[in-house]
C-alpha cells in the first residue's frame, strides 16, 4: 500500500517534509534567469535547476510535491518542464506529488485520473502521461466527482489529498462556517474523506486517501486529527505562509501522521544570508535539513 | 466588458448555448481514432477534429468551452491541442471558456491566472500561454484564492464562472447542505461569487463573473437566479446529463441570463441515427441548431 510505503521512507530519512518544486523564473539564480525569453527557456532552465534540486535532496527527502500552476503559466512547454519534474524524482528514488486541485464531475474527473493516477488508452497501447504517486483534489463536487481517483488509487496503488481545511488567510471563510450538523464544512469534507479512503487503509492505520491540512489554523487541525486518526496529512504553510513546526505538532502522533510541504524556504535558501556564497543546490540541501530537524524536534 | 460583448454575440447568433469540446479519442470517427496509436496522433486527430467542428458552429454558436481533462490526459501533446483549439477559436471569432475548475492559495491562484487570463512576464516580453475570455474556477479556498482571477479579468476585460451548484448527481452532497446562516453552501456561494464581481457589471445587469449552475437541479437554479439577477451563468448539464430545456428556463429573464453547454450531443451527433451518413462536422452543426432551437422554445 503507498501510504505504507511513503510512511516507511519518511521514517527511514527521518524527515516527515517534503519539498514544493513551485519553480517559477523569478526564484531562479540571476545568471539563468536572464536568458528567459521565452516558454521554451523559461521551461529549459526550470527544468535545470529541478534536476540539479532533486539530486541534492534525494537523500534528504522522501518526497517532491510539484506544484502545477506554476508549469501551466509556461504553457505547453511549461507541462513538459512538469512532465519531466515528476519523472526524474521518480527515477530518483522520491515519491511524487503532483499538486493539482483537480475536480470536475464522474466523466470528467476519470479523464483527469487518467492523466496523474491511472490511463490513458491509445489504440494499441495505454499511457500515463503525467505520472505521480499521489495528487490533490478538491471535494467541492462530492463524491461522484472524487470516485474515479480513488478507484484509480486502488486499481494502481496511488493516493490522493482531498483539500479539507487550506492554508490560505480566507481559508475559514467557507470552511470554518458551521453545517446542519453543528459542524463546520471542514469537517463534513474530512468526514467525506475519511469515507473515500476506508478500503484503502494500511499497516500503521492510516489510508492513502489524505487531507490537505493547513499547518497555519492549529485548532482546526488539531480538531481534525482528534476525529480521524485515519487520515494521514499534507500539511501546507509551514515557513513563508507563517506556520510553525509548534503549530503543526498536533497533527502528528508518535512522529507520524503527516508530511510537511515547504516550497519557497528551499528553492530561494541561496539567498539567505545564512547560506550566502553557496550555490542554490547546496543551500537547497541545508534548508531541507534545517526544516527536518525544526520539525523533529517538535514531533518527537 | 467582457459579458456584455458575449451577451450581445449571443443576441446576434440568437444562440445562448456554448459548444464543449470535450474531446477524446473514442468521440473520433473510426478512421482516424485507430490511427491514435500514440499521444502525438492523439493530440494531431483531436485537433484537426476540434478545428473541422469550429469551422462548421462559428457562425452557429457564440462560444466554444474546452474542456483542459480531456487534453492532459493525453499529456503534453494534449496540451498543445488545447492550446491550439482555443487559439483556433479566438481566431474564428468565437468566445472561449476554458472549462479547468482551477483553485489555490493566492499567490498559486496568480499563477494559474498568469496561464489563462494573465500573462506570464519573460526577460523582455509577456506571454499568455492558453489565453481564454473565460475559465471556471473552484471558490472552496475563499476569496483570496479567487481574487487572482477577479484582478485579471479587471486588467484584461475576462471573465470566469465559479463553481456554484454543479450538475452531478452528488453536486448536493456539500453543496445544498444548510450552513449557520439557514442558507445552502451553495448559496453562500453564490453570496461570495457576486460580490467578487460587482465591479464587473456591465450594461445589461450581467458581471463578467459569473457562476456554473448546473441544468440538472432545477428548484436550485430557480432559487439563485432569484437571488442574483446580476449573476450570468454557465449551465452545464444538459442533454447527456439529463438536464432539460424546460428545466434551465428558470435561469433566463428576457432571454438572456446565462449560456448552456451541450458537449457530447454535439460530438458525437454523427453517430445518431438521425445524422447518419452525415460528416461529423455537418452532424455537429445540425445538432447545434437543433439544440438553439430547443433552448430558444422554452426561454423566449
Known amino acids: 500500500m503507498l501510504i505504507d510505503r511513503l510512511i516507511d ?34 521551461a529549459k532552465y526550470i527544468t535545470d535547476f529541478n534536476f540539479a534540486l532533486i539530486d541534492a535532496l534525494k537523500d534528504v527527502v522522501p ?35 503532483a499538486d493539482v486541485k483537480r475536480n470536475d464531475i464522474g466523466s470528467t474527473a476519470s479523464a483527469y485520473s487518467n492523466a496523474y493516477l491511472g490511463e490513458t488508452v491509445l489504440e494499441g497501447s495505454a499511457v500515463t502521461p503525467f505520472e505521480s504517486d499521489f495528487i490533490t483534489v478538491n471535494g467541492y463536487l462530492g463524491t461522484d466527482g472524487v470516485k474515479p481517483f480513488v478507484e484509480d488509487c486502488k486499481k494502481n496503488d496511488r493516493g490522493i489529498f482531498v483539500l479539507v481545511k487550506t492554508s490560505n488567510p480566507s481559508g475559514g471563510e467557507l470552511q470554518d462556517r458551521l453545517m446542519d450538523n453543528g459542524k463546520p464544512l471542514y469537517e463534513n469534507m ?33 480538531a481534525i486529527r482528534k476525529a480521524h486518526p485515519h487520515l494521514f496529512f499534507l500539511i501546507p504553510g509551514y515557513g513563508a505562509q507563517g ?44 534548508a531541507a535539513i534545517a526544516m527536518r530537524e525544526d520539525i523533529n524536534k517538535c514531533i518527537k
Not at 502545477?68 to 521518480?90: I, N
Request: with cysteine; net charge negative.
Open 190 to 222: 474530512a468526514e467525506l474523506v475519511d469515507g473515500w479512503g476506508e478500503a484503502l487503509r494500511g499497516k500503521y492505520g492510516y489510508s492513502s486517501v489524505g487531507a490537505v491540512v493547513g499547518a497555519t489554523h492549529r485548532a482546526q487541525a488539531e
Open 63 to 97: 518526497a517532491v510535491k510539484v506544484q502545477v500552476a506554476y508549469y501551466e503559466m509556461y504553457g505547453v512547454e511549461g507541462m513538459r518542464a512538469f512532465s519531466d519534474t515528476l519523472a526524474y524524482a521518480r527515477q530518483h528514488g522520491l515519491f511524487t506529488i
Open 243 to 286: 506556520g510553525k513546526a509548534d503549530d503543526l505538532a498536533v497533527c502528528f502522533r508518535d512522529g507520524i501522521g503527516g508530511i510537511v510541504n515547504s516550497s519557497r524556504a528551499i528553492l530561494t535558501a541561496y539567498r539567505k544570508p545564512q547560506y550566502a556564497g553557496k550555490a542554490f543546490d547546496e543551500a537547497a540541501r541545508l
Open 9 to 42: 521512507k519518511i521514517k527511514e530519512t527521518d524527515n516527515p517534509s517534503v519539498a514544493g518544486l513551485d519553480t517559477c523564473v523569478d526564484y531562479l539564480p540571476d545568471e539563468t534567469r536572464e536568458k528567459c525569453e521565452t516558454l521554451y527557456d523559461a
